[in-house]
Nanobody
Framework: QVQLVESGGGLVQAGESLRLACAASGSIFNINTMGWYRQAPGKQRELVARIRNVGGPDYADSVTGRFTISRHNGKNAWYLWMNSLKPEDTGVYYC?????????WGQGTQVTVSS
């Protein structure tokens, strides 16, 4: 059983920064991708950023240049550094892990950006 636990959400003003963290535990034998998704009210869940086993990180166009995803070396943990936040970044942020066969999700953490 794999569990993902997020932390770091909150309420900030436009232009401010937040860091989200995700810690994975359980029987993890292979990591294909690790990343972050978000879901705004009334919208579908969308990819924000991810790190793949091969290749560099991917970012949504809307966050490129403002957000950075990184992995904690030697641990099954990763982060999302969010700078220059905008009101449209508001939503529930979910961390995600794929081992190539299964998808695992965290419980979500709320990020609210006020204008």
């Amino acid at each position: 059983q794999v569990q993902l636990v997020e932390s770091g959400g909150g309420l900030v003003q436009a232009g401010e920064s937040l860091r989200l963290a995700c810690a994975a535990s359980g029987s993890i034998f292979n990591i294909n991708t690790m990343g972050w998704y978000r879901q705004a009210p009334g919208k579908q869940r969308e990819l924000v950023a991810r790190i793949r086993n091969v290749g560099g990180p991917d970012y949504a166009d809307s966050v490129t240049g403002r957000f950075t995803i990184s992995r904690h070396n030697g641990k099954n943990a990763w982060y999302l550094w969010m700078n220059s936040l905008k009101p449209e970044d508001t939503g529930v942020y979910y961390c995600h892990l794929s081992d190539g066969e299964h998808d695992y999700w965290g419980q979500g953490t709320q990020v609210t950006v006020s204008s």
